[in-house]
């Protein structure tokens, strides 16, 4: 009987380590992601934020290329193998566009806001499942959706300067919240092509479309850069992968829901990355407004029924590189 005892107390131990593993790679996620942000406020003036995210699509593209050939061993052909290439597309051309939306947005708003904003791409992932995929959604799920848009409205409306005159919305965080909009029609893309492609295609589709797609925006708007500069840009795109890879182990060592909370940690990186380097102070509006969505997306993930939990995982297949 004791040993029984023992053997279940190690076990509980076990996975209590697993979890604050998984909770460490989930960190660093965020972290990657706050950091990548930030470039948006690094970037000099006169260079157009098309060559900043081309930048980031080329050096990425790179990075997958490198892992498919020293780590994955898979013959390069065999790797982008597809037959749903419009999809990748589309999904690439969602995701040049959204990131481009929020390293924009963060030129004109506190970085924290930006990563809260950034956080209602889950709620709109909901609403798209709701509307194509025909995802079912209790009273709770809804209140928890409704919870997000308040807060998002509420740091829309918060911000001070380039107002437009439609409800007296600021125009960066405006251009934030159309991101987060793309980033989640990305993701369910991700959802509807996890099943039938190889999650390294997938990378090496939306990276290497990715530069096709900036390729002209670029030329069109591009401006000379010093070494230092380029060195900086260079590894926005490692640091992309290497997020998508942190997001990958942490799913692997602990369960969603448990990982949710940890997620929204990016609005407080933000906001010390915002407030060390820029000196940025967010209103008590926008603080409410990034607590309010927090906590309606903390909840939206764990209140999460089977079916949305298949589109969770779905959306980290496409990172994972095994």
């Known amino acids: 009987m004791s ?8 076990s509980e131990v076990w996975w209590r380590k697993k979890e604050l593993v998984g909770a460490c790679w989930m960190l660093l996620t965020t972290l990657f992601i706050s950091f990548f942000l930030a470039s948006g406020k690094l970037t000099r003036s006169d260079v157009s934020i098309f060559q900043v995210v081309f930048f980031r699509y080329i050096t990425g593209f790179i990075t997958i290329i490198c892992l498919v050939f020293f780590q994955v061993g898979l013959p390069i052909q065999q790797a982008f193998k597809t037959s749903r290439l419009r999809m990748h597309l589309a ?10 939306c929020l390293l924009f947005s963060v030129g004109g708003m506190p970085l924290a806001d930006v990563n809260a904003i950034g956080l209602t791409q889950n709620m709109f992932i ?13 009273f709770l ?3 928890s ?7 998002a409205f509420m740091i829309v409306r918060s911000q001070e300067g380039s107002v437009i005159s439609f409800l007296q919305l600021n125009f960066f965080a405006v251009i934030a919240l159309v991101g987060a909009f793309l980033i989640a029609i990305e993701m369910v893309f991700v959802k509807l092509m996890a099943a039938h492609e190889r999650s390294l295609t997938m990378l090496l589709y939306v990276n290497g479309l990715g530069v096709v797609v900036l390729c002209l925006p670029a030329i069109v708007n591009w401006q000379s850069v010093s070494v230092w500069e380029l060195s900086c840009f260079s590894l926005l795109g490692p640091i992309a992968i290497a997020a998508q ?3 990958v182990q942490a799913y ?29 102070l967010p209103s008590w509006g926008a ?23 298949i589109i969770n995982k779905g959306c980290v297949q496409n990172v994972d590189l095994k």
């Open 3 to 10: 040993n029984i005892a023992l053997v279940k107390t190690s």
């Open 91 to 100: 999904r690439s051309v969602a995701s040049v566009v959204g990131i481009s």
């Open 126 to 138: 909901v609403l798209l499942a709701v509307l194509f995929l025909r995802e079912s959604v209790s």
């Open 141 to 143: 799920r809804w209140l």
């Open 145 to 151: 959706i409704t919870c997000c848009a308040i807060g």
């Open 245 to 247: 890879l942190c997001t």
């Open 252 to 280: 692997r060592c602990a369960d969603a829901s448990f990982l949710a909370p940890i997620n929204y940690c990016g609005i407080l990186f933000g906001g010390i990355i915002g407030f060390v380097g820029f000196g940025e």
């Open 287 to 309: 603080i409410i407004g990034a607590v309010l969505i927090a906590v309606g997306g903390i909840t939206l993930v764990r209140t999460t029924n089977r079916k949305m939990k």
